[in-house]
Structure formats: structure tokens, C-alpha cells
């Protein structure tokens, strides 16, 4: 196994990793971590695209793990079914727009010097499209807010966007942190070797 190889795999279980410790709650308490889904998807979408194939797989397997958890929380943990309607498959554009976000910043962009600024701005535009589309997707097709006018719905909404989007956003930045340490590192031993040959 190459060194990329090696890499991909590793990313791909660290995001799992982070998405099974944290889906359980949206917004953390003081024993769990608050949701990763957006960041997951989105890191996603920047660190697994560089194949086609290895992103569509890696994709659907994040999907199929966020499902499992979702169905692991409330059909057998007994935790709220709220969410539960027709509007959950809705999840699968909105995750696939942060991924599709992350895979074109990824092909077209450095992350050093300006494309970190890009990153950032690319990132919460990403963000908080997702977090309109999931939440209208849900007013539309829950069924649950029939005599709810949407005007109503955007008010009582909105409140959460501060959180979603910057916890996302948090994760985002810690994973861009750690790359760029670990970049840093791999030059100074690179720069090392080098000099002692």
C-alpha cells in the first residue's frame, strides 16, 4: 500500500470516527461533542474526491453510516423520532452539496496562503446553504408544520444557524489545522533527510 492510499484511509476513518462519536447530539452537552455531520461531509468532499470512484464510495458509505446511527438513536436508544419524515431523505442532497463544495475547492485550490482564506468563505457558504436547505426541505416535507406559516418557521429556525454553522465550521478549521501541522512536519523531516545525505 502507497503512501496516498495509506492517507485516504486514514482520513476516511478519522471522519467516521468523528461522525459516529458525535451524531447522537446535534448541539453537545457536557459529556458528548456537538454534531459533525457538516464537517464530515464537507472534509469529505475535500480530502476523499481526488478519484471519482474512491469519492462516490466513500460518499455513500457516510451516508449509510449517518442512516445507521439515526436509526440506531431512535429505534433502539429510544431517542426523539422527530426527524424521522419524508423530509429525512433530504439529508442526502444537503450532505451531497457540502461533499460536491469540498471535492471542487479541493480540485481547483491549494490550501496555503489565499486558498485558506477561499477555504474559509467557501466553507461557510457551504455551511449555511446547507443548513437553509436541510431546514426548508424539512418545513416543506415533514408534515409536521401544516398551520405553521413559513415566515413563522424562519423565525423560530434562524436561531440555530449561529451553532450549526460555526460548529461545523470549528471542525473544519481544527482538520485544516492538524493538515497543515502535519505538512509542516513531513517538510522539516523531508528537509532533514536531505541534509544528512
Wanted: glycine share 6%; with cysteine; aromatic share 18%.
Amino acid at each position: 500500500m502507497n503512501n496516498i492510499q495509506t492517507r485516504t484511509i486514514a482520513i476516511f476513518a478519522a471522519l467516521a470516527a468523528l461522525m459516529a462519536a458525535t451524531r447522537f447530539n446535534h448541539f453537545g452537552s457536557a459529556v458528548s461533542l456537538p454534531d459533525a455531520s457538516y464537517a464530515v461531509f464537507f472534509l469529505g468532499g475535500l480530502y476523499l474526491a481526488r478519484s471519482s470512484l474512491i469519492s462516490v464510495a466513500a460518499f455513500a458509505a457516510f451516508i449509510l453510516e449517518a442512516g445507521l446511527i439515526d436509526y440506531y438513536a431512535t429505534f433502539i436508544q429510544g431517542i426523539s423520532d422527530w426527524c424521522m419524515t419524508p423530509a429525512y431523505w433530504f439529508l442526502i442532497p444537503t450532505y451531497g452539496s457540502l461533499w460536491l463544495v469540498g471535492r471542487w475547492f479541493a480540485l481547483r485550490y491549494r490550501m496555503e496562503g489565499r486558498g485558506l482564506i477561499g477555504l474559509a468563505m467557501v466553507a461557510w457558504a457551504a455551511c449555511s446553504f446547507a443548513f437553509v436547505f436541510s431546514n426548508a426541505t424539512f418545513y416543506l416535507f415533514s408534515e409536521r408544520f401544516a398551520s405553521m406559516s413559513a415566515t413563522e418557521y424562519a423565525s423560530r429556525v434562524v436561531q440555530y444557524y449561529g451553532s450549526y454553522v460555526s460548529v461545523a465550521l470549528l471542525y473544519i478549521a481544527c482538520a485544516i489545522a492538524l493538515h497543515i501541522t502535519l505538512d509542516i512536519i513531513a517538510r522539516q523531516r523531508a528537509h532533514s533527510r536531505s541534509e544528512v545525505v
